[in-house]
């Protein structure tokens, strides 16, 4: 149990269409990071949040974008979607310096 | 630049066979050093991490991983693998600062085990 759940589990959407990833840390948990993993390949950071302002960003356009909310939940939102963006889409709460928790992550399929 | 290699893309050993797999990191600041393993269909799971101090640490599951600053290296062991250790494993460096989730994942070693 990681104190992180993420919603939905899968998803398919269409190419141009926009999509909105949930995710939920437990309290406690003052950063969450998103991360992308394409298949079989190692997570790729996107972004990362801070009470509640972006703090830190990976090599992804504009058009991923994301909020984090007060009461630790975050989403993860990207526009225009593109083939390429057919990945696992995992959520990571955190606490200063300590180890990262993920939760099982969304399954993003674009077609 | 940053980054994080796992030479062994596919690993496969035999039930209570031990096990190593690799991972050498560059980083121009003290790292932080984890490994996560993934299960098919899942998130990550920590195993174990480095921040400082004893180089030897030990994990989850009976994993333990060295730290060895002059190779860059942080390679992870078991003594004797179990048929359920058969998963994905992941190497990850990240920064030496509070207040940042920022990992550095390697590509990942697939781990199969033999009966």
């Known amino acids: 149990e990681t104190g992180v759940t993420q919603s939905p589990t899968h998803l398919i959407k269409t190419r141009g269409q926009q999509v909105t990833l949930r995710c939920s840390s437990q309290?406690?948990?003052?950063?969450v990071s998103w991360y992308q993993q394409a298949l079989g390949q190692g997570p790729q950071f996107i972004f990362q949040?801070?009470?509640?302002?972006?703090?830190g960003r990976g090599n992804f356009p504009p058009r991923f974008s994301g909020l984090q909310f007060p009461n630790y939940s975050s989403e993860l939102n990207v526009n225009a979607l593109e083939l390429d963006d057919s990945a696992l889409y995992l959520c990571?709460?955190?606490?200063?310096?300590?180890?990262?928790?993920f939760g099982n992550g969304t399954r993003l399929t674009v077609t | 630049a940053q980054s994080v290699t796992q030479p062994d893309i596919h690993i496969t050993v035999s039930e209570g066979a031990s096990l190593e797999l690799r991972c050498n990191y560059s980083?121009?600041?003290?790292?932080?050093l984890f490994w996560y393993v993934q299960s098919p269909g899942q998130g990550l799971q920590l195993l174990l991490k480095?921040?400082?101090?004893?180089?030897l640490v030990q994990g989850i599951k009976g994993f333990e991983a060295e730290f060895k600053r002059s190779q860059s290296s942080f390679n992870l062991r078991k003594p004797s693998v179990h048929w359920s250790d058969a998963a994905e494993y992941f190497c990850?460096?990240?920064?030496?600062?509070?207040?940042?989730?920022?990992?550095?994942f390697g590509q990942g070693t697939t781990l199969q085990v033999k009966p």
């Open positions: 980083y121009g600041a003290t790292p932080y």
């Open positions: 949040y801070y009470r509640e302002e972006e703090n």
């Open positions: 309290s406690g948990h003052n950063t």
């Open positions: 480095y921040f400082s101090g004893d180089t």
């Open positions: 990571a709460g955190g606490q200063g310096g300590s180890p990262l928790h």
């Open positions: 990850a460096v990240g920064p030496f600062s509070s207040n940042t989730g920022k990992l550095i």
